[in-house]
């Protein structure tokens, strides 16, 4: 295995979101000049914080997979697993999204999402790292049939375009 290997949330994910939350901002930029009405402007922020939340955590998100370990990064916190301490490698599939729970003992686990781009070599590196014994059936299967998802880059770009909409929309207004 190569020293380090870097994983992050598919960056056709991020890059909407980071347009959505930009235009957003615009939007009440906008109503806010206009003098559009404060309801109008405490939805907005209302709709705003969760966007933006989700674009910060999918953007600095990542994982980190070394020859001992993983460790997975996220805004203010961080989890870190050795490779020895595992003690199973399971798959949970939900129509087209799976997680992955990566299990040390009772209390230590790492959930993993095919949310990271380059998804089917992060599974076969996990598979070829842990421990034989510790991969279930399911996971096996998800290593010779990777699922990709794609529906929530579609649904991102689905409210960015619907959003400029709604910015022309408020500059003829």
């Known amino acids: 295995m190569s020293p380090l290997r ?10 909407p979101m ?5 235009l957003m901002v615009a939007l009440l930029i906008v109503c806010t000049f206009q003098g559009q009405p404060t309801a ?7 709709f ?13 998100r990542r994982l ?18 050795r490779f020895a301490d ?8 939900v129509r087209n999204r799976v997680f992955m729970t990566l299990a040390a003992g009772d209390d230590d686990f790492l959930i993993i999402s095919n949310s990271y781009g380059n998804f ?5 590196l ?29 649904t991102a770009w689905f409210a960015v375009i619907a959003l400029v909409y709604v910015l022309v929309a408020q500059f003829k207004a």
């Open 126 to 154: 996990l598979i070829a790292e842990v421990p034989e014994g510790t991969v279930t059936e399911e996971t096996q299967e998800l290593a010779n049939k990777p699922i990709s998802r794609q529906a929530d880059i579609f």
């Open 18 to 22: 980071g347009l959505l939350s930009a």
């Open 48 to 60: 705003i914080l969760p966007v933006m939340t989700l674009f910060i955590e999918s953007a600095f």
């Open 6 to 15: 870097t994983f992050v949330i598919r960056r056709a994910f991020v890059v």
């Open 64 to 81: 980190v997979v070394a020859p001992d370990g993983i460790t997975a990064f996220r805004p203010f916190r961080q989890r870190q697993i």
């Open 40 to 46: 109008k402007i405490i939805l907005l922020v209302f």
């Open 86 to 93: 595992v003690t199973s490698l399971e798959t949970v599939r």
């Open 120 to 124: 089917p070599a992060l599974v076969d």
